[in-house]
């Protein structure tokens, strides 16, 4: 069974705070990917990699940095955290970018007050 | 721009009744998938249907690319199949995937 881990599950952080979002999969998968999640928005692609070392720009990533150590770990980095990135987060990953499906973590949820 | 429209936004039916989910997208697509989502929780795939139809039990995806649309069958629907469905559709160009804003689906027993 594929597995992606996402932590911490919830996350309580100031305006201009520092916050990282971390994500493990265990499914040997070359790609993995950061969403955010909002009503009425759907999901919008943050970054992706394709591989340890590599970073992809998704579709809304001002205010985020990722970081992609190993195949099993991608991080997301909010470095001046604003309270419009209070989103609820999905990493996934998937075993190659095109005709594959995505497995979804559990979802971080973070508020910036 | 590309863009997939999900519809109806939400749908409340009787347990027993049949569920009916769409989607349209204005592009060319590689694949369409669709994902189920419970009440602030993950998503899970439940089919990926470059086209044509697909079953799973209950469920039926049929994916038409001449007409760029896409629809999620929910026979003789369960309580348990509340939630939300989303569709994705896969771009030509990039594969990267285009989502859509969901269904929210409540049964009622």
């Known amino acids: 069974e594929a597995a992606v881990t996402q932590s911490p599950r919830n996350k309580v952080t100031v305006t201009g705070g520092n916050v990282t979002l971390s994500c493990r999969q265990t499914?040997?998968?070359?790609?993995m990917y950061w969403y955010r999640q909002d009503t009425g928005h759907g999901l919008r692609l943050i970054h992706y990699?394709?591989?340890?070392?590599?970073?992809q720009i998704g579709d809304v990533p001002d205010g985020y940095k990722a970081t992609r150590t190993t195949q099993e770990d991608f991080f997301l980095l909010l470095e001046l955290a604003s309270p419009s990135q209070t989103s609820l987060y999905f990493c996934?990953?998937?075993?190659?970018?095109?005709?594959?499906?995505?497995?979804f973590g559990a979802g971080t949820r973070l508020s910036v007050l | 721009g590309q863009q997939v429209q999900q519809s109806p936004t939400s749908l409340v039916l009787q347990e027993g009744e049949n569920a009916e989910l769409q989607c349209n997208f204005s592009t060319s697509l590689n694949s369409m998938q669709w994902f189920y989502q419970r009440p602030g929780g993950s998503l899970i795939s439940v089919f990926y249907?470059?086209?044509?139809?697909k079953q799973s039990g209950r469920l039926t995806s049929t994916t038409v690319i001449k007409e760029r649309r896409s629809s999620l069958h929910i026979s003789s629907s369960q309580i348990t199949d509340s939630g939300t469905y989303l569709c994705?559709?896969?771009?030509?160009?990039?594969?990267?995937?285009?989502w859509g804003s969901g269904t929210k689906l409540i049964i009622k027993p």
């Open positions: 994705a559709m896969e771009l030509w160009s990039n594969y990267q995937l285009i």
């Open positions: 990699s394709y591989g340890a070392g590599n970073l």
């Open positions: 499914n040997s998968h070359n790609y």
């Open positions: 996934a990953s998937s075993g190659r970018g095109s005709q594959n499906t995505l497995y």
């Open positions: 249907n470059p086209s044509g139809t």
